[in-house]
């Protein structure tokens, strides 16, 4: 996969050499270069902002390095669906596991860091998403722009040791995960559930799948309004509420 990214700040990004993203990159599983889009500043000060017309606080994004940077990594505009031109702005979608999904069956992806105000809206006709991270406001795209990157490039073959393990991650289902233990079996009075060390296998995806309902109506009830669970399902959430 080939990752570009637009940013002012293209030093924020020595993040993605280290760790899970920094062996992908070594086992040339993604291509992640980082554009400084004020080397297409068109003044000699470098300038890429300026008023907006019309009137108002703070100071936009220019049209013309953006464009000028996006079409040095892309041919524009986007020809196949494989290619997602993604504008980090508080005003788009969520940002979601399930959408982590959609960007990890891509085959280039393109991220643009804003700053200041926004952008000139005439960038908009180039992109393919708008993303937001959550319901607030950071100084600049590139945070956001590199939890986007790491949630999508930990879903691709071969990034994780073991493939299985993004499967059960929290929200990979629509539920969040069961808890997990590892050794010593009692630590200072707690034990470990003497199912998990049974033996049973059946028994203990009973436990898992019971637990991770349990996690997901006590911390995230809201998701089991979205999820579409089974009948089974539905009699231990039953069974859950009345013990709560």
């Given amino acids: 996969m080939k990752i570009s990214v637009l940013s002012l700040f293209p030093e924020m990004f020595s993040a993605m050499h280290a760790s899970i993203i920094g062996k992908a990159q070594e086992n040339n599983i993604i291509d992640l270069s980082i554009v400084n889009f004020r080397e297409f500043a068109r003044n000699k000060q470098k300038h890429v902002d300026d008023y907006p017309f019309g009137g108002g606080v703070g100071m936009l994004l220019k049209i013309e390095p953006l464009v000028e940077a996006l079409e040095s990594v892309i041919d524009l505009p986007a020809k196949s669906p494989k290619q997602r031109v993604i504008l980090l702005d508080p005003s788009g979608k969520p940002f ?35 993303v937001s991270l959550g319901d607030y406001v950071l100084t600049g795209g590139e945070l956001a722009a590199m939890v986007m990157i790491d949630a999508t490039v930990r879903l691709l073959p071969d990034v994780l040791g073991n493939n299985q393990s993004a499967l059960s991650d929290s929200h990979a289902n629509g539920l969040l995960e069961h808890p997990q233990y590892t050794r010593p079996r009692e630590y200072r009075g707690m034990c470990v559930p003497d199912v998990l060390i049974s033996g049973n296998h059946k028994l203990i995806d009973e436990w898992k799948e019971r637990e991770s309902l349990r996690q997901t109506l006590l911390k995230r009830p809201d998701l089991l309004e979205k999820h579409e669970l089974t009948e089974k399902q539905l009699n231990i959430l039953e069974e859950l509420r009345h013990e709560l």
């Fill in 96 to 130: 979601t596991q399930h959408l982590a999904n959609e960007f990890s069956k891509a085959d280039e992806l393109i991220f643009i860091c804003g700053h200041y105000e926004g952008y000139d809206a005439r960038i908009k006709q180039y992109i393919t998403d708008e």
